[in-house]
């Protein structure tokens, strides 16, 4: 397992844009980001391989872009064009084991931060 620490939530207006961040204590094969809005179940919103290789939810496509820097254990999620429906607490996930496929399934990730919390308001 590794440590994850998200930043980069807060509140803004629908069309506006955030930056997270997640800085992991460690490597990792492969790493996300999910959601959790107040009465539904988490949902997996963006996947990232150590290749770059990527995989979005279609909910976010062409207005999120995920990427990681390996060198500095570093996982981020520029959001755009954000939308009230948008409003969650976003969580990093990482599997230190071999991924060898996207997952969107929560237990497929092994290590977990504490959220950061992203408000739209229209």
């Known amino acids: 397992q590794v440590q994850l620490v998200e930043s980069g939530g807060g509140s803004v207006q629908s069309g506006g844009s955030l930056r997270l961040s997640c800085a992991a204590s460690?490597?990792?094969?492969?790493m996300g980001w999910f959601r959790q809005a107040p009465g539904k179940e988490r949902a997996g919103v963006a996947i990232i391989k150590t290749n770059d290789n990527t995989r979005y939810a279609d909910f976010v496509k062409g207005r999120f872009t995920i990427s990681r820097d390996n060198a500095n254990n570093t996982l981020y999620l520029q959001m755009t064009s954000l939308k009230p429906e948008d409003t969650a607490t976003y969580y990093c996930a990482a599997r230190t084991m071999y991924c060898a496929s996207f997952s969107f399934s929560a237990p497929y990730y092994n290590s977990w931060g504490q959220g950061t919390r992203v408000t739209v308001s229209s």
């Open positions: 460690g490597a990792a094969y492969c």
